[in-house]
């Protein structure tokens, strides 16, 4: 074997010699060529140029291309940077297989820069590089000269003139200054030593340079804040400034000399240095030196001398020269005092310079890497709230802890180590027996480099809990808590001590784990920690993990009083192991009452399950950690989507004996579906019913209707068989006014107002009537739109008059009512705003208009002659819209009508129809009291409740008015029923200033229509709703004392 230029290529000549072969009929031997394989290798930067500026980015270069993780910067001006496609290689072919890491580093991908072939041709191999820490541009050495490349504008930029290139050899590495190259190199023209600045942005040439004569070979460089340091051949250090300077057109940076150190008297050969840099750490933090300047000019130099990391620091002791005093334009240093030896077998040293009040510990601190002795870190010690530190305590510690990985940068604000693996991959694959040849190469496996990174932080926590530093170990992860892998840096350091702990074959003399348990219920993640921390551990473990941090009950209920549900539903499963079923049955029960009264549906099917399989003896199998619950498209009511429900009957569908709607029912797969099998006999299953039935229940005497849908759809609860059980107890409307209100306020539905031009319009007589009222003088039944709605739900589709639902609500009101509102709005913008709400499956639609009878109207504007609407019909219509809920809340309420409808809570069904404001619905509830047998107290509670709301309607809410009027036909017809079965004082609507004669019996009585439960005329006028001769009777009327024009309307 034998490397090559650089480093780059391993060598390998096989042995010479004979084998026999197998794929012969006879074995035979033969003798063997020498084979010779080719390895190419890649490196990190840090091993060549140790001294880059920016430490936090990873750079491994080969012979003819660089790889790099894209930064922050390249990656936001060009995405495209981080997504470069190449095919996977081997490590000896220098590729790369892309590897996922945190999306908190934002890079996603390698990416490779191929070196210009220009530059290589001469310039063959690549000696350094180095990155900016933007992570925008790379700069690169080869034999001679350097050239640099821009990860956002995808150009190398190569010297001009190639005898300046020729004539120069990079010797000390180079570095990035803001948007200046600063390197050292050898003049071969003028065999003089230089420190030269190029500018980034200029042509590269010699006379864009800033040029300043060394007096020996500089063998290392480095750049701090607004400094260069740089090692040369002599064992001295030299300090210099360099400075941004504007001369005409041209920018470029000057040097100038501020310090030498000789260090002839402790480096025995210049070779033996690896590495040096200036950096702001000491062994004083900032807060006990005497001025903020110090601190941040507190410069010291770390030199690694063959893997002795050696720290000289500014000797203070002296007079102290105030910056005032001072004179800007000479820059006087304080002397180094003598080295001191920080740590043995260093490797790479990371630092910063930037300034963080929030993570100090983190910025301020030392971080090397000794190689197999893992990682050190050399952490400041800051007093809380400022207090005086004691003389006694050290400012500073050294704190060594171990990674997997081996480190090429540090983001320290993140808390996280990045690296680099070799994934190896064997050819078994490929293996053939064909030539010797080929057996030769699967003797080695294919490599692929993954990036990787590890997380440090809980390693220094616990080293500090066991030095007895809490409280420094509260303030560091009180500074990383918002990190989002902080809770599994909480739980990494539990794991890792009880698994040592209770492992343990000898005795520990002082435990850490009740250390460990104290520190983390410092912080509200203490909870999850823990259980998650147990659920990852073997059961054998738990009673030493419990006795340290509490029992498990105890942090039940914890987790049940901070609403935590979730994680209390993994102490349950801590619970079934350690306790009996009968503890276990008590706290599953708090949980699914807890559950469903917060509407966590997935929690509460995975507590079903769990209460089953403790009472069949299945214990053995708990249920899964539950996820977060996902928000239904249908707003909970999942079970819709199992029924396919048609709500297109009339009344002449409707047997005379039984009102039922056609339905199919399909129970839900999964853990609710077994809910319901053919042992629910049992008494876990009558144990689970028990805590169903008693949640709807509550739901119902608190009207919360909404829940109760989700509820029942969510869990598969069968609503309508209870429903009938509690027809007459809890399923029972006490009072019909809170009830309405509440269902305004949980379904968002608006409630009915009137339209101020109601209130001013030119009727006779003092008369007023609605719009609604008026169409139906001059439309005719089958004008009326035919509406379908698609909800997203399965099979659910509906065809319906819209006539009771918009025509005539809420527009009517009496002479005692005109105190109402006086709403000035333009009514036309609820029409553009709730647009998606409103239009139910199709677009708005509207009919022809009937022309006018007589000028008593006001003329329509020029401007909207090509319309066939008035203003004050464009205001109806607005008003109707705006009245109108949400599209989902209303396919909701028809959903809880019909259960209702099917379960027989009469009540119900016509709270819902109020709140719909659609006479067909009432038309439908009288048919089913004149059809079927139903209790009198029912209809007793039900005239009861309309009377109250009509009082409700007359005092605080007008806008029901209008629809209350509509219906009074109807109820008085219900009126009349009661009295039939039960004989209180007869019942009569409150009208003010109005006769009945006055009030149409409306669209039921003019006009066939195949809306939801719509009553025909001639089916409804037999049933004794409205006679023919009462209906001449008051159309003669309307005829006669109104007179206006009427026009047609009819919105979808």
């Known amino acids: 074997m ?104 934002g890079h996603r ?25 933007l992570g925008q541009n790379i700069a690169v050495v080869g034999k001679f000269g350097f050239a640099h490349y821009s990860l956002l504008t995808k150009k190398w930029k ?85 400075e941004k300077k504007s001369e005409g057109p041209n920018t470029t940076a000057g040097i100038q000399v501020l310090q030498e150190v000789s260090m002839s008297r402790y480096i025995p050969h210049p070779f033996l240095v690896v590495s040096v840099t200036l950096t702001s750490v000491s062994t004083e933090n900032g807060i006990t030196l005497k001025m903020p300047q110090q601190a941040r000019d507190a410069e010291s130099i770390m030199l690694n001398l063959a893997g002795q990391l050696i720290m000289m620091q500014r000797d203070r002791s002296g007079p102290q020269i105030r910056e005032k005093d001072s004179n800007p334009n000479q820059r006087k240093l304080l002397p180094f005092c003598p080295p001191v030896v920080l740590a043995q077998s260093v490797e790479n040293v990371w630092t910063t310079c930037r300034a963080n009040k929030q993570k100090r510990h983190l910025l301020e601190a ?74 030769l190469e699967v003797l080695f496996p294919f490599c692929v480099v993954e990036r990787t990174s590890q997380i440090y932080l809980h390693h220094i926590l616990r080293q500090l809990l066991v030095r007895n530093l809490g409280e420094q170990a509260l303030l560091l992860a009180q500074s990383c808590s918002a990190l989002p892998y902080f809770p599994h840096v909480l739980e990494l350091m539990l794991h890792e001590v009880l698994e040592e702990e209770a492992t343990s074959r000898e005795p520990i003399p002082d435990p850490l784990l009740p250390t460990v348990a104290k520190f983390i ?43 935590d549900l979730d994680t209390a539903a993994s102490y349950l499963i801590i619970l079934q192991n350690m306790e009996v079923p009968a503890v276990s049955r008590q706290h599953a029960t708090l949980l699914f009452n807890t559950a469903l009264e917060q509407g966590k549906w997935d929690l509460c099917r995975h507590m079903i399950r769990f209460l089953k399989a403790i009472g069949s003896g299945e214990s053995e199998t708990p249920p899964s950690t539950p996820t977060a619950q996902e928000p239904s498209s249908s707003g909970g009511f999942e079970f819709f989507r199992n029924r396919s429900i048609s709500l297109s009957q009339s009344a002449d569908n409707v047997p005379a004996s039984k009102f039922s709607l056609q339905k199919t029912l399909s129970m839900p797969s999964g853990p609710s579906g077994k809910r319901w099998s053919k042992d629910s006999d049992c008494a876990e299953n009558m144990y689970i019913d028990m805590m169903l039935w008693r949640h709807a229940r509550r739901l119902l005497e608190e009207v919360r209707l909404k829940d109760l849908g989700c509820f029942a759809a969510q869990l598969g609860f069968e609503l309508i068989s209870w429903l009938c059980k509690e027809r007459a107890r809890a399923a029972r409307v006490d009072n019909f006014v809170i009830a309405l209100k509440r269902l305004h306020k949980d379904f968002l539905w608006p409630l009915p107002i009137i339209p101020a031009s109601s209130l001013s319009s030119p009727f006779k007589n003092g008369k007023l009537r609605t719009v609604g009222e008026q169409l139906l003088k001059s439309q005719s039944a089958d004008r009326f739109l035919n509406l379908e709605i698609d909800a997203g739900l399965s099979n659910v589709q509906r065809s319906q008059s819209w006539l009771s ?155 029901y008015k209008p629809f209350l009027n509509i219906i009074k036909p ?67 009327e309307e005829e006669e004392t109104f007179q206006d024009g009427t026009y047609d309307c009819c919105v979808s």
């Open 366 to 439: 030392l971080w090397l890497s000794c190689g197999g002795a893992g990682m050190k870190v050399w952490l400041p010690l800051f007093p809380r709230d400022h207090r005086k530190p004691h003389s006694f305590l050290s400012q500073r510690i050294m704190l060594p802890f171990h990674i997997n990985i081996y480190p090429l940068a540090v983001l320290f604000e993140d808390a996280l180590v990045l690296g680099a693996v070799n994934d190896t991959v064997l050819y078994d694959s490929l293996y053939t027996r064909s030539s010797a040849r080929e057996q």
């Open 970 to 1036: 109807q109820l008085q017809k219900l009126s009349e029923i009661t009295e039939e079965q039960v004989h209180p004082e007869a019942f009569q609507p409150v009208t003010v200033g109005k006769t009945p004669e006055q009030t149409s019996p409306r669209a039921e009585e003019s006009r066939s229509s195949s809306g939801h439960g719509s009553i025909p005329q001639g089916e409804v006028g037999g049933s004794g709703m409205v006679s023919g001769k009462e209906e001449n009777t008051t159309r003669a």
């Open 2 to 105: 034998s490397w090559g230029a650089e480093g780059y290529h391993l060598w390998v000549i096989s042995g010479f010699g004979s084998q026999n072969t197998e794929i012969e009929p006879e074995p035979k031997s033969i003798v063997k060529q020498p084979g010779i394989l080719l390895f190419q290798f890649i490196k990190s930067a840090l091993t060549i140029n140790p001294c880059m500026s920016n430490q936090e980015q990873v750079l491994l270069q080969g012979e003819d291309r660089l790889y790099l993780n894209c930064g922050e910067a390249s990656q936001t001006q060009n995405p495209r940077s981080s997504s470069v496609h190449y095919k996977p290689s081997s490590l000896a072919e220098g590729g790369f297989e892309s590897q996922s890491l945190s999306t908190l580093l």
């Open 521 to 563: 219920t410092e912080f509200p993640l203490f909870l999850q920690t823990v259980v998650h921390c147990a659920r990852k551990t073997e059961y054998a473990l738990w009673n030493y993990l419990f006795a340290a941090v509490g029992n498990p009950k105890d942090l039940f209920e914890e987790c049940l009083m901070a609403q």
């Open 805 to 959: 639902n918009i025509g005539p609500t809420h527009h009517e009101i009496d002479t005692a009512s005109s105190q109402g509102p006086q709403m000035q709005d333009a009514f036309l913008s609820p029409l553009s705003n709730r647009g998606d709400e409103c239009s139910i499956g199709s677009a708005t639609d509207l009919t022809e208009s009937s022309s006018m009878v007589d000028g008593d109207w006001t003329v329509v504007d020029e401007s909207f002659s090509t319309l066939s609407l008035t203003q004050s019909e464009l205001e109806h219509i607005s008003m109707e819209l705006a009245s109108k809920g949400p599209h989902k809340s209303q396919v909701q309420l028809r959903y809880l009508l019909h259960i209702f409808m099917e379960a027989g809570c009469l009540d119900w069904c016509i709270v819902i129809g109020l709140i719909l404001r659609e006479s067909s619905i009432i038309n439908q509830i009288l048919v089913i009291i004149q059809t079927t047998e139903v209790d009198g107290e029912m209809l007793q509670n039900i005239k009861t409740g309309l009377h109250a709301v009509d009082r409700w309607a007359s005092a605080d809410c007008p806008g």
């Open 158 to 242: 190569l010297f001009g003139n190639i005898t300046q290139e020729q004539n120069m050899i990079v010797t000390g590495g180079l570095a990035w200054w803001n948007d200046f190259i600063v390197l050292a190199c050898y003049n071969i023209s003028d065999r003089q030593e230089e420190l030269r600045v190029y500018l980034r942005t200029s042509n590269l040439d010699n006379a864009f340079a800033h040029i300043t004569k060394a007096q020996a070979e500089t063998l290392l460089l480095s750049v701090f804040r607004d400094m260069v340091v740089v090692f040369r051949a002599d064992c001295s250090i030299c300090l210099y400034s360099i």
């Open 109 to 133: 991908h390698w990416h490779v820069v191929q070196i210009s072939s220009t530059y290589l041709e001469t310039n063959w191999p690549i000696r350094f590089s180095a990155i900016d820490k």
